[in-house]
């Protein structure tokens, strides 16, 4: 296990961060609904406050059971610290803006989230922060869009909705000799499936909204820091190795070492941003993380299984799975992901948009939303929707097509499964006949 536990990661999903109430005896992590907490004395307010010591303050901040969360997660992802947010879009914003400034510049894979492309594209150039999107797995694109006022690489372990898999050594290998970190979404991945630290990331980043609760049930995000990269080594990163005048000038990398973009997004953008997690999120994302591992081997066999199913299914014109050989980056999937690459898989079928939404409407046990990483399969065409705000260049970048059906494989029987889809099939012979 990494550095955060001695414990095997079926332990950490069940035990970290947590020992009964001593008040009460409770074995279930409580749910502590409550947007503050008392001071003992004056001298220890002031001195949370002045983050001399740790405790709870406000739960915009902190909060005892999103505590919880946020170390088992740490010690799943052998990270020092982890930060839960209200949903992962705000954990990718927030950890942007610790690292980035006006002026500053981003490098990021193309092939990635269509809402997290749109803020990178558009919202962040309101705040004077530019962004260079390349194909990741090109190393020398990769080389030459980092410039001066480069502050970070970014990109998606399992890329949505391409399903290309990053090589992470080869790319962290080029940020690092830029003094710069690699930040990675590893939603599709969890650490159940590939531990990004150990290849050379430095921050992950994940919508536990998915495979992470499982269920579909509630919203939020997480940021691990690695504790892995030297902000020091370099003036590239003054926003964590200069005074913060908020906190009489503290400097967050000489006070916290490893620890300091953790306490410095603790600090600084949930204080300031505020996109705090309720309580009764994390409660639910922990009922749900305590079966992960068991979750995803099902997940990943199911996948597997209908992958193959439909590559021998005549309406089907291509299938697109990390672990079929027809995926350009099969070899790197055998390396970083040996247990499997992900429950997701893109198929496209004959009649192009309209055999797509014959198919959709067309399957009855699959679900028809925007979303992923649900215990039941999901299906989504994401032209027009998650990715409909994206020209058609940038749209092809992504990975998309109009032709595209999106699968988030669930766990229930790969029969009843394959007889949904068959169904599905069926409805695009009559669409195109």
Request: hydrophobic share 40%.
């Amino acid at each position: 296990m990494g550095k955060s536990s001695f414990f095997g990661p079926e332990t950490i999903s069940l035990h970290t961060g947590y020992e009964p109430d001593p008040a009460f005896g409770s074995r279930a992590v409580p749910v502590y609904q409550t947007t503050s907490y008392v001071f003992e004395t004056v001298d220890e307010a002031a001195a949370l406050f002045n983050i001399e010591k740790g405790g709870h303050i406000y739960s915009r901040m902190t909060n005892p059971t999103v505590a919880v969360l946020e170390q088992r997660i740490a010690a799943l992802e052998g990270g020092v610290g982890a930060i839960c947010t209200a949903s992962g879009m705000s954990a990718i914003f927030v950890t942007l803006m610790t690292l980035c400034s006006a002026g500053d510049h981003i490098v990021s894979a193309s092939q990635i989230y269509g809402s997290t492309a749109t803020l990178l594209k558009h919202t962040l150039k309101r705040f004077n922060i530019d962004c260079t999107f390349i194909s990741i797995n090109d190393e020398k694109a990769l080389k030459d869009a980092i410039q001066e006022n480069t502050k970070l690489v970014f990109c998606e372990s399992i890329g949505n909705p391409g399903l290309e898999v990053s090589d992470l050594p080869k790319i962290s290998k080029i940020a690092h000799k830029n003094n710069l970190p690699l930040v990675i979404d590893a939603t599709f991945a969890t650490p159940a499936l590939c531990k990004p630290i150990d290849h050379g990331v430095d921050i992950v980043i994940h919508s536990a909204t998915k495979w992470i609760g499982g269920h579909g049930v509630a919203v939020g995000g997480v940021i691990v820091d690695g504790g892995t990269f030297d902000w020091g080594s370099s003036n590239k990163h003054p926003t964590l190795t200069t005074p913060y005048e908020p906190f009489h000038g503290i400097n967050f990398w000489e006070e916290f070492g490893p620890s300091a973009l953790s306490m410095k997004i603790r600090a600084e953008s949930m204080r300031d941003f505020g996109p705090a997690m309720s309580p009764h999120s994390a409660f639910l994302l922990l009922q749900g993380i305590e079966t992960l591992a068991l979750r995803m081997n099902q997940h990943v066999k199911n996948a597997i299984k209908l992958s193959k199913w439909l590559l021998e299914q005549s309406p089907v014109m291509w299938v697109n799975h990390p672990d079929l050989p027809e995926n350009p980056t099969y070899e790197i999937a055998k390396k970083l992901f040996p247990n499997g690459a992900g429950s997701m898989l893109c198929f496209g079928v004959k009649g192009g948009r309209e055999g797509g939404a014959a198919f959709i409407n067309g399957v009855k046990l699959s679900s028809n939303l925007a979303n992923v990483g649900d215990a039941r399969t999901l299906v989504l065409h994401p032209a027009t929707t998650t990715h409909s705000r994206l020209d058609d260049e940038a749209m092809k970048a992504s990975g998309t097509s109009p032709d595209l059906i999106r699968v988030s494989v669930g766990i229930e029987s790969i029969e009843d499964i394959i007889n949904d889809f068959k169904a599905g099939l069926k409805a695009v012979d009559k669409a195109i006949s």
